[in-house]
């Protein structure tokens, strides 16, 4: 594990943060490295790396097993711990494919931000590499219907609203086109709490 952490209370003993995992092979010869995020919610694999001359172990899928136990592990410490990411998923690249073999296992839907069962998405991503991964039409991201009013804002070391914003400074539909594309590209929740610097 690595020095980057952050300790809550009620987190994990090691913390929160980035870490690496390193695997040795008789103690004396590193032969792959993980690179994971161990977040409130979830443990993030981020990257990993290995000696090629070692590549018949299949240290790929022995560290992605080693973080799911990890995970479960952590999950006895800290119960809001509950998920596994895997980083992304690319359909099209074969190095990517061992991650549709773990079960169960699910993809997140590029428009709806739904979780949708990795054997049922393989399936539409086989006929077209972008694939809308909900069958439901009528879904939509619940979290981009935000109004730019309640996009929170730092403005001369002040938190405003966006409606507040523009009262001081007047209306700017150049601003606020930005402002809906932003809101738009973080959602909801987070437009609603991180603020955007605005002079």
């Not at 061992?98 to 997140?108: A, D, G, Q």
């Not at 935000?146 to 523009?166: A, F, G, M, N, T």
Request: overall charge neutral.
């Amino acid at each position: 594990m690595g020095p980057k952490a952050y300790y809550p209370s009620w987190g994990p003993s090691f913390g929160l943060g980035s870490f690496h995992q390193q695997y040795w092979l008789d103690s004396d010869k590193l032969i792959a490295v993980a690179v994971i995020d161990v977040l409130p919610f979830c443990v993030s694999s981020v990257y990993f790396y290995y000696d090629p001359d070692y590549s018949f172990l299949s240290l790929g899928t022995y560290s992605s097993l080693r973080e799911l136990a990890l995970t479960r592990q952590l999950q006895q410490q800290c119960s809001s711990i509950a998920w596994y990411y895997m980083g992304f998923y690319i359909h099209t690249c074969p190095k990517m494919l061992y991650k549709s073999r773990y079960h169960p296992s699910y993809l997140l839907c590029p428009e709806t931000y739904s979780w949708h069962p990795v054997e049922v998405a393989a399936k539409k991503l086989d006929s077209n590499k972008y694939s809308r991964l909900e069958d439901d039409a009528t879904r939509e991201d619940t979290e981009a219907n935000i109004s730019v009013d309640k996009v929170l804002v730092l403005h001369e070391r002040r938190q405003l609203r966006y409606s507040q914003y523009r009262q001081l400074k007047g209306a700017d539909p150049q601003l606020e086109a930005i402002i809906a594309e932003y809101a738009t590209l973080v959602g909801k929740t987070a437009a609603a709490a991180i603020m955007l610097y605005l002079p």
